[in-house]
């Protein structure tokens, strides 16, 4: 159905796309790339929210390189917008430009606009094509599609460990597991998150500043710390540099003045706090996702928690996708990766599919999904 040529070209797309990986939050990333009489004349991709998206980028790249898109084909990775939101309808501006042809890796997952902006191409009589190269779309887009289809976001948990599965020694000391390799890769994935996750555990016993240093990057991700009782110290590093990105405290109430003193002093530095319990006065982990991805429009989560927490997140079923980092020694004695029940049976096991398998110097990557 597809050739050889509209594979490559949908490729160049594809890879256009990938540089708004760490950029477009939470806009979804697109790539787009305007062909004419066999040559790539103009190429784009989705910018930071509020500006220009991929196929206004590349239909201004070709302007500015003095190349008329007319009867072009125009290769894109997403379904083009028909709605103004905070910028005007892509589709227009498509159909401005006078293709005669566009081909779309995927239709919009966002049930309120999927399908209108194809439709709108094709009443301008321009050709449309859907469904080339879908799933290389779709997994730049996970957090987005999830967003979209579930209201959820997409939640990547992250655990570095030995071979034995421990990851820290039974003192708590856990710096550092893996090698230089592995840990810019984890900086690789903090960085394509909305929000990175934590306990105040890890934050009491670690202090980590969870911010994005080993990949060059414009934005910051949101910084959330799951505390039941806000406990977090007032000087933790976490909640440093508040002007390259925003902190949120989550608790389980405010309905003692004591916690809301606690919430006071943290909200007068600029750190959000707000309240979510579950029936055991711990924090309702599943409203917490979904608040973010309804109310805050975060597409990708990376957790980088401690024992206790891992394991309420993997219990309550909030866990897309593992991001597994071991090293090739064991510890012996030390603290497991989550504090879960054993099995009854083999039979109660959850499956989880590794989709991909990555050596970083002597570290293995593994990225696992639920079957």
């Known amino acids: 159905m597809y050739s050889a040529v509209d594979h490559q070209f949908m490729s160049e797309a594809i890879a256009e796309a990938q540089k708004a990986l760490y950029l477009s939050n939470p806009n979804p990333r697109v790539g ?25 980028q590349a239909l201004a790249n070709a302007k500015s390189l003095g190349n008329d898109p007319v009867g072009s084909i125009i290769y894109v990775t997403l379904e083009p917008c028909s709605h103004t939101g905070r910028t005007p309808p892509c589709v227009d501006a498509l159909v401005a430009a006078k293709p005669k042809a566009i081909f779309v890796a995927m239709s919009d997952p966002n049930p309120l606009v999927g399908g209108k902006g194809l439709e709108k191409l094709k009443a301008a009589g321009i050709a449309v094509h859907c469904g080339l190269m879908e799933a290389e779309a779709q997994a730049l887009n996970p957090g987005f599609i999830s967003r979209m289809t579930r209201g959820l976001p997409w939640v990547r948990m992250k655990i570095a460990a030995s071979l034995d599965g421990k990851t820290a020694l039974p003192d708590g000391r856990s710096q550092w597991i893996t090698g230089p390799l592995a840990r810019a890769d984890g900086h690789h994935w903090r960085a394509q998150a909305c929000a990175i996750v934590t306990g105040v555990g890890t934050v009491k016993e670690d202090d980590p500043t969870l911010n994005v240093r080993d990949v060059q990057t414009e934005r910051q991700p949101w910084r959330i710390i ?59 982990l599943p409203k917490l996702f979904s608040y973010l991805a309804k109310e805050r429009e975060m597409n990708e989560i990376h957790i980088e928690a401690g024992f206790k927490l891992n394991g309420s997140l993997l219990r309550e079923n909030c ?21 879960i029940s054993p099995l009854n049976s083999l039979n109660d096991k959850e499956q989880w599919q590794v989709i991909d398998h990555s050596l970083f110097g002597s570290d293995l990557r593994l990225r696992l999904i639920k079957n």
Do not use: W
């Open 226 to 284: 799951v505390d039941s009782k806000l406990e977090t110290p007032p000087t933790a590093k976490i909640l440093n540099n508040m002007d390259q990105s925003g902190a949120i405290i989550v608790c389980a109430s405010l309905d003692n003045p004591q916690m809301q003193q606690k919430a006071q002093a943290f909200t007068a530095r600029g750190i959000e706090v707000i309240a979510m319990a579950n029936p055991s006065g711990k924090v309702d």
């Open 319 to 339: 866990v897309d996708e593992l991001l597994l980092y071991y090293a090739p020694f064991f510890m012996g004695e030390g603290i497991g990766m989550a504090n």
């Open 32 to 56: 787009c790339v305007i062909v004419k009489d066999g040559k790539v004349i103009g190429k784009g991709f989705t910018q930071k929210v509020g500006s220009a998206h991929a196929e206004v």
